[in-house]
């Protein structure tokens, strides 16, 4: 069957240092992977999207990377702030017709000042 | 400000009554989503239409139903409501640009059924 894994325990770290997020898949063939944002009682926000010919992909502090043999992408926040706490979500295409986004669970991340 | 908009943001049930759950975005996009979000199961799909006057199940589609109004509008309808469809229901949409933008969501509706 088809999964998309996410760390679900919280990822502590000190602020200024780089978080570091995986997202694992199987029994996909995505021609794109996507992360999100999640605040408490918010939706979800679109942060970054990377395409399966693209390795690595930056905005900001934020950067991406996808690695289609290992079938995992990994989402860094370098120099991190307290305002960077949130749950971060990993979503993938399984039409790859943009219908049918599946997302993983989310890992929360806390940034301590 | 441009986005989606939900209505209501919150609403408690009793088990049986109907409701329906509205969505509006003024982004022009053709695609229109919408997902449950439930502790530990993340968010699912429920239903979506791709374009105006077309709609399709998601992957949790029982117990609901969908109209897609206008290109605008994509309303969520519970016909009898149960316990067990006590979660958030977020709506998203979609740019045709895929490979470029990923889903603006609303803000969500915390639906209660007791």
């Known amino acids: 069957s088809q999964k998309i894994e996410q760390n679900s325990e919280a990822l502590n770290i000190q602020e200024g240092k780089t978080a570091t997020l995986t997202c694992n898949y199987t029994?996909?063939?995505?021609?794109?992977l996507q992360w999100y944002r999640q605040d408490p009682g918010r939706g979800p926000v679109f942060l970054l999207l990377i395409r399966e010919n693209e390795k690595e992909k930056r905005k900001e502090r934020l950067k991406v990377t996808f690695d289609t043999t290992l079938k995992q992408s990994l989402f860094h926040i370098t120099a991190s702030q307290p305002a960077d706490s949130a749950t971060y979500l990993c979503?993938?295409?399984?039409?790859?017709?943009?219908?049918?986004?599946?997302f993983g669970g989310g890992t929360r991340l806390m940034v301590k000042p | 400000n441009a986005g989606v908009t939900q209505t209501p943001k919150f609403q408690v049930l009793k088990t049986g009554q109907s409701m329906t759950l509205q969505c509006a975005q003024d982004?022009?996009?053709?695609?229109m989503y919408w997902y449950r979000q439930d502790p530990g199961m993340g968010l699912r799909l429920i239903y979506y239409?791709?374009?105006?006057?077309?709609?399709d199940k998601g992957e949790v589609p029982n117990g609901y139903n969908v109209s897609r109004l206008n290109k605008r509008e994509f309303s969520l309808r519970l016909e009898s409501a149960a316990p067990s469809q006590t979660s958030v229901y977020f709506c998203?949409?979609?740019?045709?640009?895929?490979?470029?933008?990923?889903?603006?969501f609303g803000s969500g509706t915390r639906l209660t059924v007791v």
């Open positions: 998203a949409s979609r740019t045709p640009d895929k490979y470029s933008y990923g889903y603006t």
């Open positions: 979503a993938l295409d399984e039409s790859n017709a943009g219908n049918m986004l599946t």
């Open positions: 239409s791709a374009s105006e006057g077309t709609t």
């Open positions: 029994n996909y063939s995505p021609a794109y």
């Open positions: 982004m022009n996009h053709n695609s």
